[in-house]
T-cell receptor, first 119, second 109 residues
């Protein structure tokens, strides 16, 4: 239980284009999903908290207009990196909070991540 | 401020036991999580402690002392596949997860 998928797993794009990443909770409903980014050999950095049906809450220093988050249903959240630049290249990971994976309801279960390379 | 401390890196031998410590100072406490993250992959949930004491799950156990702001993850009968980073995370009074930087565990044959 508590499986989270993420698509695509790999993206290579040109500078200036927009990239959309999907995060789905496959076997549970998640009112709250989270978006993280992780640079090589560094720790997870929370970008934003996404609540179904409401606006996302962004962490300090994360540009809302650059990283658009939509959480339209209890099983799907999307992150769109607008006008991507090489410095946006990173490992983007989503998580969904819910029960069913052996932990309490507050447990975050992670998707497999999306590697973004902006040329 | 909120702070989670864990060693940056540890080395252990296959078949042995290793203990990864985590100390925390957070605004409130609603539980502590341990996650495993293999290189290039996303974290996977290992354990959750909210009451003092030891929780055992197969080869992995997790201990919590709330009064000391301390937890450890104990890995027994180490296998090469246990080479990974182990992340300690505390849920604060707002139910926000505060993440440690992770401990990279290297297993040698």
């Amino acid at each position: 239980g508590a499986v989270v998928s993420q698509h695509p797993s790999w993206v290579i794009c040109k500078s200036g284009t927009s990239v959309k990443i999907e995060c789905r909770s496959l076997d549970f409903q998640a009112t709250t999903m989270f978006w993280y980014r992780q640079f090589p050999k560094q720790s997870l950095m929370l970008m934003a908290t996404s609540n179904e049906g409401s606006k996302a809450t962004y962490e300090q220093g994360v540009e809302k207009d650059k990283f658009l988050i939509n959480h339209a249903s209890l099983t799907l959240s999307t992150l769109t990196v607008t006008s991507a630049h090489p410095e946006d290249s990173s490992f983007y990971i989503c998580s969904a909070r819910g029960a069913g994976g052996g932990g309490p309801e507050e447990t975050q279960y992670f998707g497999p991540g999306t590697r973004l390379l902006v040329l | 401020g909120q702070n989670i401390d864990q060693p940056t890196e540890m080395t252990a031998t296959e078949g042995a036991i290793v203990q990864i410590n985590c100390t925390y100072q957070t605004s409130g406490f609603n539980g502590l999580f341990w996650y495993q993250q293999h290189a290039g992959e996303a974290p996977t949930f290992l354990s959750y402690n909210v009451l003092d004491g030891l929780e055992e799950k197969g080869r992995f156990s997790s201990f919590l002392s709330r009064s000391k702001g301390y937890s450890y993850l104990l890995l027994k009968e180490l296998q090469m596949k246990d080479s990974a980073s182990y992340l300690c995370a505390v849920m604060d009074s707002n139910y926000q997860l505060i993440w440690g930087a992770g401990t990279k565990l290297i297993i040698k044959p």
